[in-house]
């Protein structure tokens, strides 16, 4: 009886200790993350800015939601498709503000037209999007996205929305590790991230990457006028219900867009 007694209580002990080590590696990497914090310039924006996710933390977190995504929506396999985002793509990358981290692009098999960015400068660009785009459009869309990830939207969006605690389980997920708290809070914590991700962006983020877009597509070779006749051709191939479909739906405001385009377009130099 009492060995009994002794050996629940060791098996208690042991998982108590287990429990407390979760909790002071959790402890631990929040308290690295914050101390990566600061207030640093952004080229891209142009000013001064408070970033809770530093870049490999971002990147790890692209890489854990990304390997979730392409679960339901897989990569295309029209080769052509991947080598022709690749090099305009590459293209843009090369120019863009923020250089600390390796962009990569990719090309879904969905048919509807849109393109999104994950955290740490994962890009993918639907099939359908790619199909009715020029190589100048193309490269105004690509250097859209670019431009959120420069400006840090989506690390922003993640650091307003998210508990330290989830960011970070997302993050040691793409190394395998279990130390963000177990399977369930890894899940949730991408679910999370995949589905701020998904809504749309703030008019101010929207003409802030379509800003920069233009600037990078402008920079890298591509005619920069192509970023109004890519959103009008997006707009036409939607037809009437434009507003509550694919493109439009994660990135709203065309018509302000536009009009704003037609303005900063021509004072590029």
Not at 1 to 24: G, P
Not at 77 to 98: C, M, Q, T, W
Not at 121 to 129: C, D, P, R
Request: glycine share 8%; aromatic share 8%; net charge positive.
């Amino acid at each position: 009886m009492q060995k009994t007694i002794a050996l629940k209580n060791i098996r208690m002990y042991k998982l108590l200790m287990q429990r407390m080590k979760v909790k002071k590696i959790f402890i631990l990497g929040t308290v690295l993350l914050i101390s990566g914090c600061a207030t640093l310039y952004n080229p891209a924006t142009g000013r001064n800015e408070f970033i809770m996710i530093d870049s490999e933390t971002e990147v790890a977190i692209g890489k854990s939601v990304g390997t979730q995504m392409l679960k339901k929506q897989p990569l295309s396999d029209d080769r052509s498709l991947h080598e022709r985002v690749n090099a305009i793509g590459r293209r843009i990358s090369g120019v863009s503000d923020r250089q600390d981290i390796e962009y990569k692009f990719y090309v879904l098999q969905d048919k509807e037209l849109n393109a999104l960015t994950l955290p740490g400068g994962f890009i993918y660009a639907n099939k359908g999007l790619m199909k009715i785009l020029s190589d100048d459009e193309l490269a105004y869309v690509l250097a859209h996205e670019v431009g959120h990830t420069a400006a840090r939207h989506i690390a922003k969006k993640l650091q307003a929305h998210m508990a330290y605690q989830l960011i970070l389980s997302v993050a040691f997920a793409s190394s395998g590790s279990d130390a963000g708290g177990g399977a369930e809070n890894v899940a949730r914590g991408v679910d999370t991230v995949y589905n701020l991700v998904s809504l749309s962006y703030s008019r101010k983020d929207e003409y802030e990457a379509d800003r920069l877009g233009v600037k990078y597509a402008f920079k890298a070779g591509f005619d920069p006028y192509a970023a109004i006749s890519a959103l009008e051709r997006i707009r036409k191939e939607e037809g009437p219900n434009w507003k509550l479909l694919s493109y439009f739906r994660t990135h709203p405001y065309v018509d302000e867009r536009i009009a704003a385009l037609k303005k900063i377009i021509p004072e590029l130099k």
